[in-house]
């Protein structure tokens, strides 16, 4: 582990002085710093992953904290002037019309012309406070039965029938949550305030705008995302309000209530697919074995590596991630499983991002396999839904793995108007950064109403609704990543639909694409995949009626 910026400073001054007089030095000059630049992301990587295991270890935290302040503004300067000397040398124009080349440059000469100075340490501020989402919500428990479950396992219980058991445990999660609303407005405001200023310093007039400069968002801009938002309103709301209004039907209810929406309408108990995280990494290598048998060996290789943390546990940071680790090659999946069928779908998304990890690892430079989000969303999206004919792996019962594909299903429409809320709430954030928390409120209350259904009664916890989008992580640590899900939702029910049609050709377009990493632009690996890069009001549409088609054949 890197313990002084002294220890690695000499390795960016080799770099910096040493001379370029071929085109082969110049390849070996960008495979050093591609190495480089490997330890130092794998190394921030390992803290990261240590912390979220255990976010009640101070030691952990105080050491992802010195990467944060003490590494990573020390690294900008020089990885600025590393930039030059490569857009700078003579063999660049000659790289550049290698399409590889030409992507990961073209990144480069963006994170010259937004690097700043003075913004070195307020990326380290905002490095440092952004983690704190994570140990606020990590510490976020309730008492049930006796016992402390954490908010991951008192979601689960949301599923159950008994709806005296679910508002009980609902108002004691809101009470919970409660505790923490103002910390949390206050640090997503103290964000705001910085990510602004980072803006402002680079030329921007907002933070949406140098943000989607920085994300290298060159295939598509923020006109396209507001065809998104709207093309989600008319097509994919009306979907869920009807699946809904089948629902509120056979609960005999006129309205939700907030601890409702997630139970079986036929008074079934929730979907139980595994007990621990070791039968859940085993059906899934078993479900990726039947797939293509190098999905499951990149499972097995991870597990004989202890690259997996999958259980749920008092003090682990929520959500789930798989961080790719490009010096060693074997990325590390965490998660937060509980049983529950979500879980399931957590472990095989996660699954889809590894695998991509695996089959890109052979790339030339790290840049190659640093990917556009709607690049990995793609190929975890996928995973998805390919692996869903083979849940019977987990479902002995036909009646409950017809229902998980149900639930899927379903669940892909339910969540794109969440993604589209979110994506144009964060829009609105950007463009009114000294908005006050009542503001705050009232537009998230706003576009609850224009993606929502109004078929939820949320008297007496109105609170809980203002304040929803602060169980979101990536809008405290990953500003603006969260439209890429929508987008590449799209593009993996493109790669579900061939499956179904010819499962041996999709299943291969689909590592063929996973395969080029970064390497060619966004479109271009879209259509190595066998699908389109479009999120237009009419491909939405066709989209809407194939799972509608789907839905009503289970």
Known sequence: MINSWEKIKPYFEDLLSRELNDLKGFKQWLADR?????????????????????????????????????????LAPYEDKLNHKMVKCVFFSELNNDPAYQI????????????????????????????????????????????????????????????SLRKSVFEKM???????????????????????????????????DYKFQSLNRFDYNKEDCFAFHQAIRTHIVPLVKNIQQDKLTKLGKEKFRPWDSEVDPEGKAPLKPFDKGSDLLTGTINIFKKIDPYFAECLVTMNEM?????????GKAPGGYNYPLY??????????????????????????????????????LTGFKNLPSEVAELASMSMELLTMEHWDEFYANPDDFKRAKR???????????????????????????????????????????????????W??????????????????????????YGIAQLGAL???????????????????????????????????????????????????????KNLVSL
Not at 36 to 41: G, N, S, T, Y
Not at 112 to 140: M, R
Not at 459 to 484: C, D, S
């Open 327 to 364: 010096e060693i090659g074997v990325p590390f999946i965490f998660m937060n499983a509980v049983g529950a069928q979500r879980d399931l779908v957590t472990m095989v998304h996660e699954g889809g991002h590894a695998v991509h990890s695996f089959l890109s690892r052979e790339l030339e």
């Open 494 to 548: 493109g790669v579900w639909k061939n499956s179904l049609l010819e499962s041996k050709a999709a299943i291969e377009n689909y590592k063929d694409a996973l395969r080029m990493g970064y390497t060619r632009s966004i479109p271009e690996i879209y259509k190595k995949a066998g699908v389109q890069f479009d999120f237009s009001d009419a491909y939405l549409s066709e989209l809407a009626g194939f799972v509608q």
């Open 407 to 457: 639930e899927q299903l379903e669940s892909i429409l339910k969540i794109l108007p969440w993604i589209a809320q979110i994506d144009e709430f964060q829009h609105w954030v950007y463009e009114n950064p000294a908005h006050s928390h009542d503001a705050r409120s009232h537009k998230w209350l706003e576009l609850s109403k224009s993606y929502g259904t109004g078929l939820t009664d």
């Open 34 to 74: 591609s190495e480089l630049d490997a330890v130092l992301e794998e190394d921030a990587a390992w803290r990261y992953i240590k912390m979220t295991i255990d976010t009640r270890d101070k030691a952990l935290s105080e050491a992802y904290t010195f990467f944060v302040t003490k590494i990573q503004p020390e």
């Open 306 to 314: 202890g690259h997996l943390d999958l259980d749920s546990k008092e």
């Open 174 to 208: 809101a009470e919970r949550r409660k505790e923490d609303v103002n910390k949390l407005n206050d640090l997503y405001s103290e964000l705001v305030k910085l990510r602004h200023e980072v803006a402002i310093n680079a030329g921007f007039s907002n933070y949406r």
């Open 104 to 163: 990961y440059f073209r990144s480069v000469k963006t994170a010259i012309d937004l690097f700043q100075e003075k913004n070195i340490p307020l990326e380290a501020e905002l490095g440092e406070k952004s983690q704190q989402y994570g140990v606020i919500s990590a510490a976020q428990t309730i008492e049930h039965n006796g016992e402390t479950i954490t908010m991951q396992r008192a979601a689960s219980l949301l599923k159950e029938t008994d709806e």
């Open 459 to 484: 008297t007496g916890f109105e609170e809980v609704q203002a304040t929803a989008w602060q169980r979101q992580l990536h809008l405290f640590e990953v500003p603006f990543y969260y439209i890429e």
